[in-house]
């Protein structure tokens, strides 16, 4: 029968103790030595234990997020409320609006040699291994972008070519069927024909 032992923490913490709880019947029956069922124990109790600590980490780190959302979610609300109460007051002036931060400010012109192009969402849309990656537009002033892909660590970038309208979607298949594969990501911004600007950031994800 084939081995089994589970991945999730959870699980894993409890496989781990079950095994605790029966080594030593166990042990007698099979004749193994005081020495291994020793080691057996030490890895469980030290597996257990990295288990714990992680498991109360995540729950700080949710109550945390908790907290935080709540917080800003309250403090939105209130400056929302107050801000459309400021803007409404004889003496406002869009100056004021500027200086508080309560207005958007003023684009200034587009230059294409310092904007970066930008991939705003990548996510592995269907099996075996095709990626969709939304991009920005820069509000009308570029063509398009140019997308690269880098499978593994140390592979070549591969110019995947234009698109003029998001999403760019990979079609290309896992290198081996059913075996995740790690991708990054870039693309430039193009302007009839020609790339300019500054790369943008690299994404990377799992593919499966």
């Known amino acids: ?5 589970p991945f999730k923490e959870e699980l894993l913490r409890t496989w781990f103790q079950g095994f605790l ?6 042990a007698a029956t099979l004749g193994l030595s005081p020495i ?17 600590d992680l498991l109360a980490k995540k729950s700080a780190y949710a109550a945390t997020v908790a907290a935080k959302t709540a917080a800003v979610g309250s403090a939105r609300a209130f400056y929302l ?14 100056a004021i609006g500027e200086a508080l931060g309560i207005i958007p400010p003023a684009p200034g012109p587009f230059d ?9 969402k990548a996510f592995n849309s269907a099996p075996n291994g095709q990626v969709t990656l939304r991009f920005g537009k ?3 002033n570029i063509s398009g972008v140019r997308m690269y892909r880098q499978i593994g660590a140390q592979g070549d970038w591969e110019d995947l070519g234009f698109k003029m309208l998001t999403p760019f979607v990979d079609n290309t298949p896992l290198a081996q069927p059913g075996v995740p594969e790690i991708r990054s990501y870039r693309c430039r911004a193009v302007i009839n024909d020609e790339e300019v600007g500054i ?5 990377q994800l799992t593919v499966s």
Do not use: C, F
């Open 1 to 5: 029968m084939k081995s089994y032992m």
């Open 21 to 26: 709880n029966n080594i030593d019947d166990a």
């Open 36 to 52: 291994m069922v020793a080691a057996l124990k030490d890895e469980a109790n030290a597996a257990i234990a990295g288990i714990d």
């Open 81 to 94: 409320n107050e801000v459309g109460v400021i803007k409404r007051l004889p003496a406002y002036t869009e």
């Open 112 to 120: 294409p040699t310092t904007y970066q192009a930008k991939i705003t």
């Open 138 to 140: 820069a509000n009308g």
């Open 199 to 203: 790369t943008s950031d690299v994404v």
